[in-house]
């Protein structure tokens, strides 16, 4: 496996593997319908709108010239938020998120930063246990927004000082 930074020219494949996660992970929070009929163009948006550039900090898993999985990171508040972090479906449980979450972390503590967060929803148990077991503290409930829909979910954060918050 390879991690390295996204470029402009991995956006349609980037686009393609969140829709398709979040079509397998989100539905105890989304309508069938948006999943089906409106996601794909709010994907689609979303990720035209990207540069990634800062402070924006974008990676790419690879294995085999085909895109396992990404990871997006926002520099631009103290600490930084692990924006995203999605593996394909058929993929996950083989070490990819892990990798993926590793690497960005460093990338931020070489930038400069101390910490990282990240929020997960709590309809999704085997993320925050993902999270959790990579050396994440759960910091508490939030009350956040899917798309518009208010979610519960939890604050989930990393030291990146330390070798435990290394994961």
């Known amino acids: 496996m390879t991690i390295r930074l ?3 020219a991995d956006r349609a494949e980037i686009c393609a593997l969140h829709l398709a996660s979040w079509q397998d992970s989100y539905g105890a929070e989304l309508p069938p319908e948006y999943l089906r009929d409106i996601l794909p163009g709010a994907m689609e948006a979303k990720w035209a ?10 990676l790419v898993a ?9 990871v997006c990171a926002l520099t631009d508040r103290e600490p930084p938020l692990i924006d995203n972090l999605h593996v394909r479906p ?3 449980g083989q070490g990819t998120g892990a990798h993926l ?3 960005i972390r460093v990338a931020l503590r070489q930038a400069g930063h101390g910490a990282a967060y990240l929020t997960v929803l709590e309809s999704n148990p085997r ?7 990579q050396g994440g ?9 899917l798309v518009g829909h ?5 604050r989930i954060g990393f030291d990146l000082q330390t070798a435990a918050g290394m994961g």
Request: aromatic letters at 10%.
């Open 6 to 8: 996204a470029t402009l």
């Open 49 to 58: 709108a990207r540069r990634f550039a800062a402070p924006e900090l974008t």
């Open 62 to 70: 690879e294995d085999g010239g085909r895109m396992t999985g990404f």
């Open 90 to 92: 058929e993929l996950r």
């Open 101 to 103: 979450l590793r690497a």
């Open 127 to 133: 993320a925050l246990a993902f999270y959790l077991a």
């Open 137 to 145: 503290l759960d910091q508490g409930p939030v009350d956040d927004f």
């Open 150 to 154: 208010p979610v519960k979910a939890r």
